[in-house]
């Protein structure tokens, strides 16, 4: 099972707003709502941003947004602030044998 | 509060065994799925296994299939992955990360809660 491909890096300027895309196959982010995707932090653990697609879990900020068209699924961060760089992953489910995929991860910049 | 800390990581010379360990507290571990996720340095995040409540159901990635085994104890509210025939590529930190569940539901493919990791490294 191959990674999920991403961007390596995307930059933007404060308040700007950018967009990460997550690009996999029908068997993972076409054939299942069940993308999810993580923000980390240099040394610090993952933190869940949105999943199955487009839901935010309680404590996170408006600014995230996710959706999905066909094989791509993509994270849009609106009013970009200083503390939104970090990398960011995407993941999904698979059908599989090994149930889960990660995508290449995408530095994001903050200009 | 949650709190999910690993434990076992070291240095393994190839083909070595390591036992991790994850201690869990502040929910009720024997309701929640749980997964191992593992980050080599400077790279990106690799999944590794997922165990269910019960330990009925059980996956793997194809690049640790045969070689590692996730279990967990929960009279112990405790989390393993039993590793052997290690490889160099094996090298990373070890996550164990708790399946998301808000509103009485649970969501087996999002992980919102994870431990600080454990550093496995495999070399002669």
């Known amino acids: 099972q191959s990674a999920l491909t991403q961007p390596a890096s995307v930059s933007g300027s404060p308040g700007q707003s950018i967009t990460i895309s997550c690009t996999g196959t029908?068997?993972?982010?076409?054939?299942?709502?069940?993308v999810s995707w993580y923000q980390q932090h240099p040394g610090k653990a993952p933190k869940l941003m949105i999943y199955?697609?487009?839901n935010r879990p309680s404590g996170v900020s408006n600014r995230f947004s996710g959706s999905k068209s066909g094989n791509t699924a993509s994270l849009t961060i609106s009013g970009l602030q200083a503390e939104d760089e970090a990398d960011y992953y995407c993941?999904?489910?698979?059908?599989?044998?090994?149930?889960?995929?990660f995508g290449t991860g995408t530095k994001v910049t903050v200009l | 509060e949650v709190q999910l800390v690993e434990s076992g990581g070291g240095l393994v010379q190839p083909g070595g065994s390591l036992r991790l360990s994850c201690a869990a507290s502040?929910?009720?571990?024997?309701?929640?799925?749980m997964n191992w996720v593992r980050q080599a340095p400077g790279k990106g995040l690799e999944w590794v296994s997922y165990?269910?409540?019960?330990?009925?159901?059980?996956y793997y990635a194809d690049s640790v299939k045969g070689r590692f085994t996730i279990s967990r104890d929960n009279a112990k509210n405790s989390l393993y992955l039993q590793m052997n025939s290690l490889r160099a590529e094996d090298t990373a930190v070890y996550y164990c990360?708790?399946?998301?569940?808000?509103?009485?539901?649970?969501?087996?493919?999002?992980?919102?809660?994870w431990g600080q990791g454990t550093l496995v490294t495999v070399s002669s």
């Open positions: 199955e697609v487009s």
């Open positions: 029908s068997s993972d982010v076409g054939g299942y709502n069940y």
């Open positions: 165990i269910s409540s019960s330990s009925s159901t059980i």
């Open positions: 502040g929910f009720t571990f024997s309701s929640y799925s």
């Open positions: 990360a708790r399946d998301y569940c808000s509103g009485g539901s649970c969501y087996t493919h999002s992980n919102s809660d």
């Open positions: 993941s999904s489910y698979t059908s599989s044998s090994t149930l889960r995929v």
